[in-house]
């Protein structure tokens, strides 16, 4: 799934393409978009000009003059790209093409696409339920650690991690590289890490995902490597599902120790 930095590039990248141009045309290619029933504004957004492209999180939301909102987000195999004018609209996946001068953007699948008031978008309870974005600018230590104390302080630390209600944006990757790189065990409850401990946390994790939004390449130090050696002390890597998702946390067991690992079995 698409982590916050890859978000927050995309507003990027999206606000310098679209910068001062008109969209001239709207294009839904794939027969299963959801703006195939929002006709109607998506005949509004033709001839608007982008305002505003704001990453909340994993949510990317285009503000168009005339209170209309693009809102996207594009779960696991979703993602946005700017193109030369013609190319977006042949390619059957395409979700929306944006047609501006000397160029389209698309979006490519996704699990949410959306037209939406600004109204719509202010009331939405699942936007409004975010936690703190890790790479907004007034994001600080301080910030995520008090977010993490708000929550259940029994939850394991990897599964309270990727709840977008406690900390929006980190997802499984930033999750596991965020506690490896602060020796963090993630199947430890909150409440038994210090202050101090998931202050280290949220420091390193988000100086991560800042990283990614820079350099546009994701860590991988033990993401997807179960059962090579720990980069740090050579141990094998482990691997297991966490929390009511299941979503797959990697860890190694000798470096980032605590009192009670779970048992846990080799992901090869």
Not at 191 to 212: F, H, K, N, Q
Request: net charge neutral; with cysteine; proline share 5%.
């Amino acid at each position: 799934m698409a982590e916050g930095d890859t978000i927050h590039r995309a507003a990027r990248k999206l606000a310098e393409a679209l910068a001062g141009k008109r969209i001239l045309d709207v294009e839904v290619p794939n027969p299963r978009s959801p703006l195939r029933r929002q006709g109607d504004r998506v005949e509004r957004l033709r001839g608007a000009t982008l305002t505003e492209a704001e990453a909340r999180g994993k949510h990317l939301l285009l503000h168009f003059e005339g209170g209309l909102v693009l809102h996207s987000h594009l779960g696991m195999r979703g993602s946005w790209q700017v193109v030369p004018t013609g190319e977006g609209a042949r390619d059957r996946r395409a979700w929306v093409v944006l047609s501006a001068e000397g160029l389209e953007v698309v979006e490519l699948e996704g699990s949410r696409l959306d037209l939406r008031t600004e109204r719509e978008v202010r009331s939405d309870p699942r936007l409004r339920a975010l936690g703190p974005d890790v790479l907004a600018p007034e994001f600080d230590a301080e910030t995520g650690v008090a977010a993490l104390r708000l929550t259940d302080q029994s939850r394991e630390v990897g599964e309270a991690l990727v709840d977008q209600r406690v900390l929006a944006g980190v997802g499984n990757i930033y999750k596991s590289e965020g506690c490896w790189s602060a020796r963090i065990d993630p199947w430890q409850r909150l409440a038994d890490l210090s202050d101090d401990e998931l202050r280290r946390l949220v420091i390193e994790t988000a100086a991560l995902m800042r990283y990614g939004l820079e350099t546009g390449r994701m860590p991988r130090s033990i993401y997807r490597r179960a059962g090579q050696p720990c980069p740090r002390c050579g141990a094998p890597l482990r691997s297991r599902g966490q929390g009511d998702a299941n979503r797959r946390t990697y860890w190694c067991e000798s470096c980032q120790r605590s009192g009670d690992n779970p048992g846990v079995e080799e992901d090869q």
